[in-house]
C-alpha cells in the first residue's frame, strides 16, 4: 500500500467516525464539507486534467439542485432519492448545450462564455416564477442527519474513484495528453473537441451530484447557489489544495472550511470575525505564495 492510498484511507475512516466522536455540529460541518469536496473533484476534473478554467461550475450545482425541488411534487411521498437520475439528466442535457458552444473556445473566451451561461442560469432562478425568485424554494422534509452523513460519504468515496480509474483509462490519458499539446494530439489523429466535451458533461455530473444533496441536506434553494461567486470559492479549494491531484481537490475543500470557520470565529478574533474574509483571502495568498503547488504539492 503506498503512503497515497493509506492516507486517503484514514481519511475516510475519520470522516466515518465524525458522528461517532463528535456532535451535531461536526457532523453537519462534515457532511457540507464532503458535499463541496465533490464539487471541487468536478472541477479538478476540467482545470486539473484537461486544463479548461469553467466559472460555469456554479450553473450545474444549481439546476441539480433546483431539480430536485422542482420535481419532487410528481413523485409524491416517494423517496427523494428517486430524483437523483432526474437530477443528472437535467445538468446532463444542460452540460451538452453549454459545452457544445464553450468547447470552441479557448483561454479567457472560454472563461467569459461559461460565467455568461452560469448568470443565465442564475437570473432564470433569480427573475422568474419557475425558481421562486429571491425567496427560493423549500424541499418538503429533510433526512436524518446521520445517515445523511454516511451517504455523503460513500458518494464522495464513488466520485473520487471514478475520476481517479477514468483519468487512468485511454480517455484520461488522452485528456492528458490535450493539456499538454491539444495541437500534438489533433496531428496524431485524436478529435480533440469529443473528447472535451465528454469531460465537461462528465464533470458537470460529478457537480449534479453535489448540487442533489446540497438541495436535500438543507431542504432549500435559492439563487445564490448559481451565482459566480460559488465558481470562484470552488476554483479557490481546488488552487488551495493543489491543481492536477484528485485529492488535492478534497483536501482544498476541507482546509477552505476549516479556515473559514476559523476567522469567522468571535471567540478568536472578536470583532473581526466580521471581516471573515480578508483573513481567508490573505491566508489562501501565503499559502500559494509558499506552496505554488498548493497543500498537497509541498514547497518542490
Known amino acids: 500500500m503506498s503512503a497515497r492510498t493509506a492516507w486517503i484511507a484514514a481519511a475516510l475512516v475519520a470522516l466515518a467516525l465524525v458522528p461517532v466522536a463528535g456532535g451535531r455540529f461536526a457532523v453537519d460541518f462534515a457532511t457540507k464539507t464532503m458535499i463541496y469536496a465533490i464539487l471541487a473533484l468536478s472541477l479538478e476534473l476540467l482545470v486539473g486534467q484537461v486544463g479548461l478554467v469553467c466559472f460555469g461550475q456554479a450553473a450545474f450545482f444549481g439546476v441539480a439542485a433546483y431539480t430536485v425541488v422542482l420535481a419532487q411534487p410528481f413523485v409524491g411521498s416517494a423517496s427523494v432519492w428517486w430524483l437523483l437520475p432526474a ?3 437535467a445538468t446532463g442535457l444542460f452540460a451538452a448545450a453549454v459545452g457544445a458552444l464553450s468547447i470552441r473556445t479557448r483561454g479567457v473566451y472560454f472563461i467569459m462564455v461559461t460565467l455568461a451561461f452560469s448568470q443565465m442560469a442564475y ?3 433569480h427573475d422568474t416564477p419557475l425558481g421562486g425568485g ?4 423549500y424541499l418538503s422534509g429533510s433526512p436524518q442527519a446521520v445517515p445523511f452523513h454516511y451517504v455523503t460519504l460513500g458518494l464522495l468515496a464513488a466520485a473520487f474513484a471514478f475520476l481517479a480509474v477514468l483519468l487512468r483509462s485511454r480517455f484520461g490519458r488522452a485528456l492528458a495528453g490535450i493539456r499538454v499539446n491539444e495541437q500534438r494530439m489533433r496531428a496524431a489523429g485524436f478529435s480533440t473537441y469529443p473528447y472535451k466535451l465528454a469531460a465537461f458533461v462528465i464533470s458537470a455530473l460529478v457537480a449534479g451530484v453535489a448540487g442533489f444533496l446540497f438541495a436535500v441536506k438543507d431542504g432549500f434553494v435559492n439563487p445564490e447557489l448559481l451565482g459566480w ?7 479557490m479549494m481546488v488552487i488551495l489544495g493543489g491543481v492536477g491531484q484528485l485529492h488535492g481537490a478534497v483536501v482544498g475543500a476541507f482546509a477552505f472550511a476549516l479556515l473559514q470557520e476559523l476567522f469567522m470565529s ?8 466580521r ?3 480578508l483573513g481567508v483571502g490573505l491566508s489562501i495568498i501565503l499559502c500559494v505564495a509558499l506552496m505554488p503547488r498548493g497543500l498537497v504539492g509541498g514547497r518542490r
Open 229 to 235: 461567486h460559488v465558481s470562484g470559492t470552488v476554483l
Open 123 to 125: 437570473y432564470v432562478a
Open 275 to 277: 471581516h471573515w474574509h
Open 266 to 273: 468571535e471567540a478568536i478574533f472578536g470583532g473581526f470575525a
Open 134 to 137: 429571491t425567496d427560493g424554494i
Open 87 to 89: 437530477c443528472l439528466a
